[in-house]
């Protein structure tokens, strides 16, 4: 059974950096799609970054691009999203998931999710 558990949230004042990470069993990082979600209160759920089995990053918002990076570590089988420049509208729970179907910035094209992890920015 594959399993994603998130980590490294937390409360962050603007312009501060956070590393998520989301440690995976049944499932090797090395391959397959990673991907990262945040969804704010009220909002839909959003795309923030991916990556695949070659490395290839794509990005969700243009406000992330620059800022947000995602990256995998094959020893720990843990995939990971650096924030950096952190801004108040940031602020949502971050979701880790996987899909094997490719790489995509559509939550339906994932199979498997993580329990989210919250981060707060404050201004």
């Known amino acids: 059974q594959v399993q994603l558990v998130e980590s490294g949230g937390g409360l962050v004042q603007a312009g501060g950096s956070l590393r998520l990470s989301c440690a995976v069993s049944?499932?090797?990082?090395?391959?397959?799609?990673w991907g990262w979600f945040r969804q704010a209160p009220g909002k839909e759920r959003e795309f923030v970054t991916a990556t695949n089995w070659y490395g290839l990053s794509i990005f969700g918002a243009d406000s992330m691009k620059g800022r947000f990076t995602i990256s995998r570590d094959n020893a720990k089988n843990t995939v990971y999203l650096q924030m950096n420049s952190l801004k108040p509208e940031d602020t949502a729970v971050y979701y880790c998931?996987?899909?094997?179907?490719?790489?995509?910035?559509?939550?339906?094209?994932?199979?498997?999710w993580g329990q989210g992890t919250q981060v707060t920015v404050s201004s």
């Open positions: 049944g499932r090797t990082v090395s391959s397959y799609v």
């Open positions: 998931a996987t899909s094997r179907l490719g790489q995509s910035s559509s939550w339906e094209m994932y199979d498997y």
